[in-house]
């Protein structure tokens, strides 16, 4: 069973339109939840972090999490294309660790 | 802040010979450094964690003698892939981890081709 858990997409959105990309994760011990983006090539790059139940916003981007459910999720509101990239889901269930997810590739179209 | 560098970004070499990369955190005291390996259109693998002063601790299925790590100092972290072969080329990422909350900050990665 996976840990961390992701639709590997693609999700097309229109540009301008909200982005919502999912994770759930299996470890209820979590504590620590990270969203980073990942674009063709390069390494990834660190854009959220949300440690406590609720909605954390940071310009465009709105992190959620649910502990009770073990999900946590990311908002991009109007999306650009070059929002488009793959979106990795992290999770750190109290180790040195990252648990990632395998990422969903958001593709956002003109 | 939290920059981390990694030196080359791109190297070639013929196989059997050896490769070092090195990861620093410019900006930060890194107390726990990672090294990654990614192939084309799969997810990050963990291949090993390093910290300071202290042996790394490999991931299962990777070899310690063939990727060897040291991480001599909070800013430096190095990977050596040793007696490189055509199936070792990669893209290697480094991470430093600043302790808090756990969050790594990534280098841009070295593309290794063995030919």
């Known amino acids: 069973q996976k840990e961390v858990e992701q639709n590997s997409g693609p999700l097309s959105v229109p540009e301008g339109a909200i982005a919502s990309l999912n994770c759930t994760y299996s470890d209820r011990g979590s504590q620590s939840f990270f969203w980073y983006r990942q674009y063709s090539g390069k390494s990834p790059e660190l854009i959220m972090s949300?440690?406590?139940?609720g909605d954390k916003e940071d310009g465009r981007f709105t992190a959620q999490l649910n502990k009770a459910s073990q999900y946590v999720s990311l908002l991009i509101r109007d999306s650009q294309p070059s929002d488009s990239a793959t979106y990795l889901c992290?999770?750190?269930?109290?180790?040195?660790?990252?648990?990632f997810g395998t990422g969903t590739r958001l593709q956002v179209f003109p | 802040g939290a920059v981390v560098s990694q030196h080359p970004s791109r190297v070639i070499c013929k196989s059997g010979t050896s490769v070092k990369i090195e990861c620093r955190s410019l900006?930060?005291?890194?107390?726990?450094m990672f090294w990654y390996r990614q192939f084309p259109k799969k997810s990050l693998m963990l291949m090993a964690t390093?910290?300071?002063?202290?042996?790394?601790?490999?991931e299962q299925g990777v070899e310690k003698d063939k990727f060897l790590i040291n991480h001599a100092s909070l800013t430096l972290s190095t990977l050596t892939v040793t007696s490189a072969h055509p199936e070792d080329s990669s893209f290697y990422i480094c991470?430093?981890?600043?302790?808090?909350?756990?969050?790594?900050?990534f280098g841009p990665g070295t593309r290794l081709t063995v030919l």
């Open positions: 991470s430093a981890g600043t302790g808090l909350g756990n969050e790594q900050f």
């Open positions: 949300i440690y406590s139940n």
């Open positions: 992290a999770v750190n269930p109290n180790t040195d660790k990252l648990i």
């Open positions: 390093s910290n300071e002063g202290s042996k790394a601790t490999y």
């Open positions: 900006d930060f005291q890194a107390t726990t």
